[in-house]
């Protein structure tokens, strides 16, 4: 399912590398985080190359719904408490200067891609009070932002708090545009990387530094990231005959939907659920009846989905990381703000390679402790681990193949085996192992997107068992159906 930005946008294909190379900058990823590095590092003269195992921009990127904020939700009256008031206004200048840059880029190369200043909402329609505290804390830390009753939604709400001069753009427009200026190599998946060389199956690349774009890191150990990201994913659909917003929103309340226009068209985003919780589905279904309420003469124009790392506390990883000897970099756990966040960590990664000091460069130190900060939420992501791992060691697939209706996926038992399973419309059969070749989680069923997903950390693949999202690298075990 395309989003709106992959429909109207073709980005100009590049060869897979096929030979070994040296150079100063290797960035594996070419993401919105990845390629923004890779810019910003041309600027400087920087000898870059980026790698993408698929092509540019077909990771998330490609399925945001692009609001480019520092109102990162209910985020400033939290950081204060947790952080303190410094910390607050340093998060949110350097989220600012992310949305100058990218006007300043927008503006510098004549980029073509809708941008657009416009405020940004929150909004509930049960709770005021954390609205108020929020307006609050933003204002404190003196940021434009103010409480205010009056929305253009098409429904009340109990409050709202504005944030003016944020913007929205056409991703992949910009991201087409950007990634013209640096060389990439697509189709060229990192299998490894050993010290400062980055192995892929067509050549190797030696670099002084590495940069980790990758959404979800890959790599395992150093970082052990998986002990401390989790994804998360959510649903977009875009109508014509909506209504022109002038704005930005999003819903701070159980089950909230986000707006913004697209030229014509408005985008709702919403059904947030943990990867690999989805088995009952219906999520589209909940945006396109929630958009028939509103708007009852509108049409369908797309739907997509896409999902987000989840740092355990809150806060992005962007910095160095891997030990003193390797200069290794990472850029994740943007949480659902991976606009301004990939320029946050393009702008520090960028110091960090070329030795100029940063002020904002410690703010997302990748070795900091976050366990001891969020222990509750660590309780949280070992029991979704421990759960993963233990239906695969000991539950039982529940029903035989011949019970799974037509155009529906599960876990059967088949021939002894416990597999998934899916039917299409016309019977054919499609069988899969269920065990995660990250690091063996069974795997959930997804009905929306007819894909196995994992809860432990996010991995995902098609009902082939193609691999869709890492940080698996590998694709699952096909099985061959036979009737007898
Ligand atoms: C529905 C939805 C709506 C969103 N809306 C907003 C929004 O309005 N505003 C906002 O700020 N954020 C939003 N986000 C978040 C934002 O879209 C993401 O955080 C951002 O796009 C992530 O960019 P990235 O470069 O880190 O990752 P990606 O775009 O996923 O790029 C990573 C790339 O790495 C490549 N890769 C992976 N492994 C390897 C390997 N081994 N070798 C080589 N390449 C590899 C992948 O193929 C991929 O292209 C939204 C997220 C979702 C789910
Ligand atoms: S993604 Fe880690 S075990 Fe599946």
Redesign the pocket.
């Known amino acids: 399912m395309e989003s709106i930005w992959s429909k109207e946008t073709q980005i100009l294909p590049r060869e897979p590398l096929h030979q070994h190379q040296s150079v100063n900058t290797v960035i594996?990823?070419?993401?919105?985080?990845?390629i923004l590095t890779a810019f910003l590092l041309k600027k400087r003269g920087v000898d870059v190359v980026v790698?993408?195992?698929?092509t540019i921009?077909?990771?998330?990127?490609k399925?945001?719904?692009?609001?480019?904020t520092c109102q990162h939700g209910l985020m400033y009256y939290k950081l204060i408490q947790e952080r303190g008031e410094h910390y607050a206004k340093k998060y949110a200048r350097v989220n600012m200067l992310a949305i100058e840059l990218y006007e300043r880029i927008i503006n510098s190369l004549h980029i073509d891609c809708d941008f657009r200043r416009l405020p940004s909402y929150l909004y509930s329609k049960v709770d005021d009070l954390c609205l108020r505290r929020e307006a609050g804390a933003a204002s404190k830390l003196g940021m434009q932002a103010d409480f205010c009753f009056k929305t253009a939604l098409p429904f009340e709400v109990k409050g709202a708090v504005r944030f003016e001069n944020q913007a929205q753009f056409q991703p992949l427009a910009f991201l087409k545009a950007i990634s013209e200026e640096v060389c990439v190599y697509e189709h060229?998946?990192?299998l490894k990387v050993e010290s400062n060389t980055v192995i892929t199956p067509g050549g190797n690349v030696k670099a002084d530094h590495v940069v980790f774009?990758?959404?979800y890191p890959?790599v395992n150990f150093p970082g052990l990231f998986f002990t401390r990201l989790h994804q998360e994913r959510?649903?977009?659909i875009a109508i014509e005959g909506g209504q022109n917003l002038e704005g930005l929103y999003y819903g701070v309340d159980k089950d909230g939907i986000s707006f913004r226009n697209a030229g014509s068209l408005t985008i709702l985003?919403g059904g947030n659920h943990r990867t690999g919780e989805n088995s009952q589905g219906g999520k589209y279904q909940f945006l396109q009846d929630a958009a028939k309420r509103f708007y009852p003469d509108c049409t369908l124009v797309a739907q997509w989905?896409?999902?987000?790392c989840i740092p355990i506390d809150g806060l992005p990883y962007i910095g160095r990381f891997g030990g003193k000897d390797r200069k290794w970099y990472v850029?994740t756990g943007?949480f659902?703000?991976?606009?301004?966040?990939?320029m946050v960590s393009a702008m520090a990664l960028c110091d960090m390679i070329c030795g100029v000091h940063n002020r904002y460069g410690d703010m997302f130190d990748p070795n900091r402790n976050s366990w001891t900060k969020s222990v509750k939420n660590l309780s949280i992501e070992l029991k979704a681990s421990v759960l993963g791992l233990g239906r695969q060691v000991f539950s039982d697939a529940k029903s035989p193949l011949s019970s799974l209706p037509q155009g529906h996926g599960g876990i059967v038992e088949w021939k002894g085996h416990k597999l998934g399973a899916y039917k299409d419309e016309q019977g054919n059969v499609f069988l899969v192992s269920v065990k995660c070749p990250h690091l063996g989680c069974q795997l959930e069923w997804n009905p929306d997107e007819k894909s196995w997903d994992c809860p432990c950390h996010g991995s995902r693949f098609d009902y082939t068992g193609a691999l869709l999202d890492?940080p698996a690298?590998i694709k699952l075990k096909a099985y061959r159906y036979t009737r007898r």
């Not at 921009?57 to 990127?61: A, C, D, F, K, L």
């Not at 989905?305 to 987000?308: F, K, R």
């Open positions: 594996i990823g070419g993401g919105m985080a990845g790698l993408e195992a698929n921009g077909s990771g998330q990127t399925n945001t719904t692009a609001k480019i060229s998946p990192v774009a990758t959404h890959f959510s649903y977009a985003g989905s896409a999902q987000d850029a943007f659902k703000w991976g606009m301004t966040n990939s890492n690298q």
